[in-house]
């Protein structure tokens, strides 16, 4: 069981997270931001503090020792929530491409950085603090590129959209179409692509804004360079100059500071508590700390994991939302309400859920 002298190492890993919230909370309720100031905080952590803290990670990592076979499941079970909610979002009317990023977002992507290291350590000791730094680089590496890249999709889909709405300029209806691939949030586009009929079909098209976008994006190559290190430094034993790694620390190491602040300011800018709703909140927490771990349990039997290498899988699918999904939804204004309760709630209710799962599953011995 899981001693009370590492549940004092939660809480001092959670504290911080608490504090930077709070502060951003109080400072616009005491009006020392303006909301086009707390957008641009949250700029800055998206634009530049999280790709350094992707690079740190990454390249930090020895990608020769990891367990493939911890990694298969987890992967596994972003697969299959991915898959289940694309066809959901295909024969459903309620279903699209904002709901498909949002749901999965909840349902697999966890906050292993701050409160997954200090909990599974202190539930199953120090071989669980390297399974977690393992997932943190499949979650870079992969998966958060993969939601970035839903974003900036959506984001040309309704640009392009919008452009075929648009009135033909000439009589004979042919006419060339700028597409704008432009950023959720409302900033100026960056890309054009001409179309000389409006009534030709656009996937492909969508497709090439979204990738030409992403290949603009500091994360994405944040995550290639770090893994193109890691892959070089581990093979030949090479070290990175102390002058250059406390370079990138500075900043890195206030993505999740300031993720949280940006949470708080983002709290304090609306009228209530829960921003989304009870419904839409319990639906968050369901996807967390329901479907998240089960689908895991699932994926691990699947591939073979067993013994304490399951029971880390389904602990850490526990974990309360990461901080930089929050970050991500604010920054594409996709669900943030959503995304902030999810953050919010998601810490003040896993410990006792993760300790329930770390009980129900020593039951199985």
């Given at each position: ?122 539930m199953y000791g120090p071989m669980s ?69 409006t009534t030709r079909p656009s996937g ?161 011995r």
């Amino acid at each position: 069981m899981i001693s009370w002298s590492s549940l004092y190492h939660v809480v001092e890993a959670m504290m911080p997270l608490y504090a930077a919230m709070a502060l951003g909370y109080a400072s616009v309720r005491k009006k020392a931001f303006t909301p086009e100031q707390c957008a641009g905080i949250n700029h800055f952590v998206a634009l530049l503090a999280v790709p350094l803290l992707i690079f740190r990670m990454i390249s930090s990592n020895n990608p020769y020792t990891m367990n493939i076979r911890f990694l298969a499941a987890d992967t596994l079970q972003k697969v299959i929530i991915l898959a289940a909610l694309a066809a959901w979002a295909r024969f459903s009317k309620n279903g699209s491409i904002a709901w498909v990023i949002t749901l999965f977002s909840l349902a697999t992507l966890p906050n292993t950085v701050l409160m997954g290291v200090p909990v599974l350590r202190g539930m199953y000791g120090p071989m669980s603090e390297n399974l977690m730094v393992q997932i943190v680089v499949l979650q870079f590496v992969v998966w958060y590129v993969l939601v970035v890249f839903l974003f900036e999709y959506m984001a040309a889909q309704n640009a392009f959209m919008e452009q075929q709405q648009m009135p033909p300029p000439q009589a004979n209806g042919s006419h060339s179409v700028d597409i704008l691939a432009v950023n959720a949030d409302g900033s100026d586009p960056d890309v054009s692509i001409a179309q000389e009929e409006t009534t030709r079909p656009s996937g492909m098209l969508i497709l090439v804004m979204a990738v030409k976008k992403i290949l603009k994006i500091p994360s994405t190559y944040a995550s290639l360079l770090g893994l193109f290190w890691s892959l070089i430094a581990f093979r030949f034993g090479i070290k990175m100059p102390a002058i250059i790694d406390n370079s990138l620390s500075i900043i890195s190491v206030s993505a999740i500071g300031l993720g949280m602040f940006s949470v708080g300011t983002f709290m304090a800018r609306r009228k209530k508590f829960i921003t989304c709703g009870y419904y839409l909140a319990v639906l968050a927490m369901v996807m967390r700390f329901l479907i998240g771990p089960i689908v895991m349990l699932v994926s691990s039997f699947a591939v073979g994991l067993h013994g304490v290498f399951l029971n880390v899988g389904v602990v850490q699918a526990a974990l309360p939302l990461a901080v930089l999904s929050f970050v991500y939804a604010e920054e594409y204004n996709v669900h943030p309400d959503i995304m902030s309760t999810g953050v919010i709630m998601g810490i003040f209710i896993s410990v006792p859920l993760t300790i329930l799962y770390y009980v129900l599953l020593g039951l199985r011995r």
